[in-house]
Each structure stands twice: as structure tokens, then as C-alpha cells.
């Protein structure tokens, strides 16, 4: 199984964010008894946001877009829904985590950061914020940092591979279900609005 560093070498830094994916698809493999990253389509996640936590889902479960089996509903929101073919059995984590209570200084620290202040005390005192709140989420019991719910859901289709076609204007490939018609040519996005 795959462990937090392997997240961190991918990802390229450690984050709160990263965190949350982390501990997110840490749960649902534990809730889904699964114990190996998807190799193909066997689980699919679901994520709604697209945050650093999206790259420690990628990682821990094996979901990617390139497999067809990571999608994104861009909605903005810290909660991850993964599900395991055929059966339908599925886990929704939502992250429901409040965070250390900031100082005055750390606050005052992340605005002067916030605005493109990055002095060696700023940097510092923002590592150092970021640092306290990556252990509290690692060292928070699942009961204070997700909320978990089992179902059943619907399966998705599985992956598609569509031929590709030519681009009558860039002369780029590209696949057929994307192509548009533009003055009677077959033509890529780009270039239809173009």
C-alpha cells in the first residue's frame, strides 16, 4: 500500500491540503476493505474540488484521468466519493475540520503572505502555521476530521476510446466526439472558436 511520502514525492511538497486527500482516501480504502490501488477501473473516485488533495487521491487509490476512472465535479468542496465496480458499494468523505485557532500574529503573518510579502519571517511564520495544521488533521481522529457515509450508487459508464480525426484547419488530431464543424470543415475546439 501506498504511504503519505509516496503522496509528498508525487505532489512535490507537503500540504494541508495534501493532508486531507491523504487522510480522505486513506478511510475509504480502510471503509472498502481494499487494500491495492486501482490498476484499471475497479475503483472510481469522484472528487469536487481541485486541490492539492485531488493529487494524494490520485496516488493513494490509483484513480487518474488518463484511466478514465478519477472524475471531477468542480463544486468547490472538500468531499470525495469513491466507488468499487461492479458491485455499485460506495463511500462519501467529507472533510469537517476545524482547524487550530490562529494568533493574531499567524493571522497578520498570512495576510502580509496573502498580499506577496515573502520575507524570511513571513515564510517562516507561514511554514510554521502550515506545519501545525498538516499534524493536527494527521493526529485528528476520523470521527473530528470526516464525515463517512456508505451507499449504493449507480456506476458511471466505464472509459471510452474514440478515434481520433484530423483537423481540417491545425492539422492536429483530435477525438471524434470533440470535433466541431466549422464552414463545412471538421475542425478541434481551438479552432472552431477561433
Known amino acids: 500500500m501506498k504511504t503519505f511520502d509516496d503522496v509528498v514525492n508525487f505532489h512535490g511538497h507537503s500540504c494541508p491540503g495534501l493532508v486531507f486527500g491523504y487522510r480522505a482516501a486513506l478511510a475509504a480504502m480502510r471503509e472498502m476493505d481494499m487494500e491495492n490501488i486501482s490498476e484499471d477501473e ?46 455499485g458499494d460506495a463511500v462519501r468523505v467529507a472533510i469537517d475540520f476545524i482547524p487550530p485557532e490562529e494568533t493574531a500574529e499567524e493571522k497578520e503573518m498570512w495576510r502580509r503572505y496573502s498580499e506577496g510579502d515573502r520575507s524570511e519571517d513571513v515564510l517562516k511564520a507561514v511554514h510554521n502555521r502550515k506545519a501545525k495544521k498538516m499534524k493536527a488533521i494527521l493526529d ?45 470543415k471538421v475542425v478541434c475546439i481551438p479552432c472552431f472558436e477561433a
Open 140 to 184: 485528528a481522529p476520523d470521527s473530528e476530521l470526516l464525515k463517512i457515509t456508505r451507499f449504493k450508487m449507480q456506476l458511471p459508464a466505464e472509459a471510452k476510446i474514440y478515434p481520433s480525426v484530423k483537423c481540417e484547419m491545425c492539422g492536429e488530431k483530435v477525438a471524434e466526439p470533440k470535433a466541431r464543424v466549422k464552414d463545412g
Open 42 to 87: 475497479e475503483i472510481v473516485a469522484i472528487v469536487e474540488n481541485d486541490s492539492c488533495a485531488v493529487d494524494a487521491v490520485q496516488v493513494f487509490t490509483g484513480c487518474t484521468f488518463g484511466k478514465g476512472n478519477l472524475i471531477f465535479k468542480d463544486y468547490g468542496k472538500q468531499v470525495y466519493t469513491f466507488l468499487k465496480r461492479p458491485s
